[in-house]
């Protein structure tokens, strides 16, 4: 994994590195106004009572989808984004062994119900994705920031990336990609957060890090 000057990352669990000034104690209530702003929830929180809506379009509570059994949960900035689709790959081959240990496999981001079915299918992804377009989620978890407009345009016009009509939202506003890991009380043992979108944790690297939250 790379680490560099711009770093904002968070390994929270025993034994794990904690990077001084960059996890949030309190319940975030505020879209952070860049990447590097974003204050993650930490180690000992517990996952936050907010509704995402499933394939269906559908409310679902997240607590109730991770109450009872130990969780897996991965934000990603949406299917148009290169990165985010390796790592979506990347996590269904680290499913079977999460499952094995008795995890779920939890993947939100901003993108739309009908969105996220596209890429399920396109990817033959067979873990859950549900969609955080409201981004109610990535706020609770202290994970959301607002992307200039600027960028906006840039990914609009040059990219033919359309974020409003991925999300059907206007509210231009995605989440660093974050993982977290939390056990059968909802409470976060492990977490991992950066606003660099180019650096995600391995699927190897999210399992050894499921197994020593088991085994402690």
């Not at 109450?67 to 499913?95: H, I, K, S």
């Amino acid at each position: 994994m790379t680490l560099n000057g711009r770093l904002l990352m968070f390994l929270v669990g025993p034994g794990l590195l904690v990077a001084a000034g960059c996890a949030e104690t309190a319940m975030p209530s505020t879209v952070a106004p860049t990447a590097e702003q974003v204050r993650p929830l930490a180690q000992g929180r517990t996952v936050p009572n907010v509704t995402v809506r499933d394939l269906q379009g559908q409310a679902v509570s997240l607590q109730d989808l991770t109450a009872g059994q130990p969780t897996v949960l991965f934000f990603y900035r949406g299917g148009w984004c290169p990165y985010c689709n390796r790592q979506l790959a990347d996590m269904q081959m680290a499913e079977q062994p999460l499952k094995d240990m008795g995890y779920q496999l939890l993947a939100l981001s901003p993108d739309r119900p009908e969105m996220l079915r596209a890429s399920l299918d396109k990817q033959h992804l067979t873990y859950t994705l549900l969609s955080d377009s409201d981004m109610a989620a990535a706020k609770a978890f202290g994970v959301a920031f607002q992307l200039p407009e600027s960028l906006v345009s840039l990914y609009h016009d040059k990219y033919k990336i359309d974020l409003e009509g991925d999300s059907g939202r206007d509210h231009h506003q995605l989440p660093v990609p974050s993982v977290f890991i939390t056990d059968t009380e909802g409470t976060i043992r492990w977490a991992h957060s950066n606003p660099d979108y180019k650096v995600r944790p391995t699927a190897k690297e999210v399992i050894q890090q499921a197994q020593a939250a088991l085994n402690n």
